[in-house]
């Protein structure tokens, strides 16, 4: 068994080497180890997210339901916790969807009906600091922390802070997100500036 540093030594050696000889077109990523273009797509997974969830905000959300396909499974399973005051968990039999709903569609659905609910006219959500865990080629854990800005017609804005986890898996058409975990405990209403 090699040492990580000698790992580094080989693929220094090695990406020198091809930079030099412009001969190589990728490297072989050591085991157990992200490559370059992995970690750039399950980063992209919380662009997708917060592009899908603030065009649903907005209203648009046929757009978001088709931004999310991008990056969410089908049978997306989900758990959403804003506090005590409210929590659900899809597939379960306390998830107020139909059970015969995709879970992508139940995903979209319960974004659309709490923004209708609250009165939001438009989101802007962050996921930010992304630990990205790639336990296998085709499976990883991304963690970030999640601040959701919400806005109501009358200008005031809903402060979310939490974290967005999800587990992610490689497939045909790409990472995908098969598991979400949305936890908000923290909520600041702040009216409108004058």
């Not at 992209?44 to 931004?67: F, P, R, S, T």
């Not at 989101?123 to 930010?128: A, F």
């Not at 809903?158 to 997100?177: F, M, S, Y």
């Amino acid at each position: 068994m090699t040492s990580p540093r000698s790992r580094l030594r080989v693929l220094l050696a090695l990406t020198a080497a091809c930079a030099m000889a412009s001969a190589c077109t990728s490297l072989a990523t050591p085991a157990g180890a992200q490559s370059a273009d992995d970690t750039r797509a399950l980063t992209n997974l919380a662009h997708c997210y917060v592009e899908g969830v603030d065009a649903i905000g907005a209203g648009k959300v046929n757009a978001g339901a088709a931004i999310w396909k991008q990056c969410f499974s089908d049978d997306v399973a989900f758990s959403m916790s804003f506090g005590p005051s409210y929590s659900v968990d899809c597939p379960s039999d306390k998830c107020p969807l139909p059970a015969t709903m995709p879970g992508l569609a139940k995903r979209v659905a319960m974004a659309r009906g709490t923004y209708e609910r609250a009165g939001y006219v438009a989101t802007s959500h962050h996921v930010t600091t992304l630990g990205i865990d790639q336990s296998s080629a085709d499976s990883a854990r991304i963690k970030g922390h999640l601040q959701a800005w919400h806005f109501r017609k009358d200008g005031t804005a809903v402060l979310g802070l939490g974290t967005w986890e999800v587990q992610a898996r490689k497939t045909g058409d790409g990472w995908r997100i098969v598991d979400e975990k949305l936890e908000s405990p923290l909520r600041a209403v702040i009216p409108k500036a004058e």
